[in-house]
């Protein structure tokens, strides 16, 4: 090894005013071209020559470490925009640095300011939206589609798996929903209390629970209860299906998707929110009077005041619109099911994704609703 290195060195010959010499001789290898890779730095760094020019004839052995030590100087010179050549090479070792050479260095790119990084992110997320949206509709038609092609043959539902999401979807929330409504309903109670009782209304609270609840507050509440408890769930479940390649094994086997997974789960959350509904609405209401029965007014003026102020037409507003939350919920939750990636945090997104997605869907149709429900007079 010793006589290997004695035979292998470089020479930087006195500089003149059109560039320098560097005259390599031995072997251009990984164990000599590091010192020699230095000092040729160096070099360059001091002298800053207008010309390198790499006299390469005493050069007998060059592998891929040689081959990146020319490289590299020709490239620190060419990004200076300065010359170099290189001179004496053997052929065999010009064909050898000819596959190893890896052309023209890219040209740097410019920094694009903080404006047009912003502007392109805002262009990407309305890009986004309104793909997201079509993808939307066209599921829409699709899931609307498996439907009505179930009604006229409704023996080909999957009435069992139906039946299953209802009690997963419906029976098993009852506590829940319950519970939030009954603590939501006396938190508004209470909270409406202090103030009104400073004007000698405080009776009226009564009617803020009873409307608020059967028209907005509870078909909302539910829906919301619904879409982190359900449409989560129906993400995960479809989004593990297509990750593990199941939706593609249904697919072989001539099933559709949509008809055999989604359209079970879909009816079920239509079928069931309304109960839930209904369950939220007295659960929120009785909450209400237990406070106001605390605060000394007795139950039968507070049934009496009830009912004057919530007739049918508010409870079947929340009804009505309870049957489209539950579509939505349910539907949004396969979607993002259907459109979760590869990756251990796929399942997890979508699911994210489902419950976002639906919480938004509830409150923009709870918007329309209010103002075709006020158009209309309801």
């Not at 290898?29 to 000092?39: F, G, L, Q, S, T």
């Not at 070099?43 to 020319?70: H, M, N, Q, W």
């Not at 069931?272 to 406070?291: D, K, Q, R, Y």
């Not at 605390?294 to 009804?319: E, K, M, P, R």
Request: glycine share 10%.
């Amino acid at each position: 090894m010793a006589k290997k290195a004695d035979a292998t060195r470089l020479q930087v010959e006195e500089p003149t005013k059109d560039g320098i010499r560097m005259v390599v001789q031995g072997r251009l290898d990984a164990d000599h071209c590091a010192p020699m890779w230095k000092e040729a730095r160096r070099s360059l760094e001091k002298l800053r020559p207008k010309t390198l020019t790499v006299d390469a004839a005493g050069v007998d052995y060059c592998d891929g470490a040689g081959a990146g030590f020319i490289f590299n100087l020709r490239e620190y010179q060419e990004r200076a925009q300065r010359g170099f050549e290189i001179e004496g090479l053997q052929e065999r070792i010009r064909r050898l640095l000819e596959m190893f050479d890896p052309g023209e260095p890219p040209p740097l790119e410019p920094r694009e300011g903080p404006l047009r990084t912003g502007l392109e992110d805002i262009g990407r997320g309305v890009a986004g939206l309104a793909a997201d949206a079509l993808t939307l509709v066209a599921f829409t038609g699709e899931l609307t589609a498996s439907m009505v092609a179930v009604l006229p043959r409704p023996h080909k539902l999957r009435w069992k798996d139906a039946f299953l999401v209802m009690e997963r979807a419906g029976c098993d929330a009852f506590g829940i929903v319950a519970l939030v409504s009954f603590l939501f309903g006396a938190i508004l109670a209470f909270q409406a209390t202090i103030p009104m009782e400073r004007f000698g209304v405080a009776i009226y609270v009564v009617n803020i629970v009873g409307i608020g609840v059967t028209r907005e507050l509870g078909p909302i509440m539910t829906a919301i209860i619904l879409a982190g408890r359900t449409g989560s769930a129906f993400a995960a479940e479809l989004g593990t299906m297509k990750v593990s390649e199941e939706l593609n094994a249904l697919d072989t086997m001539g099933l559709e998707p949509v008809q055999f997974l989604i359209v079970p789960r879909v009816i079920a959350a239509i079928l069931m929110m309304p109960l839930l509904v209904v369950l939220s609405n007295f659960a929120a209401i009785v909450g209400g009077l237990l406070v106001m029965r605390s605060v000394g007014y007795t139950w039968v003026t507070l049934i009496d005041q009830l009912q004057g102020a919530v007739d049918l037409n508010d409870l079947f507003c929340g009804l009505f619109k309870s049957f489209f939350f539950g579509l939505l919920v349910a539907g949004i939750g396969c979607l993002r099911g259907l459109q979760t990636a590869t990756g251990a945090q796929a399942v997890g997104v979508s699911a994210t994704r489902a419950v976002v997605s639906g919480i938004f869907l509830i409150l923009f149709a709870d918007s329309v609703f209010s103002v075709v429900f006020y158009t209309l007079g309801i």
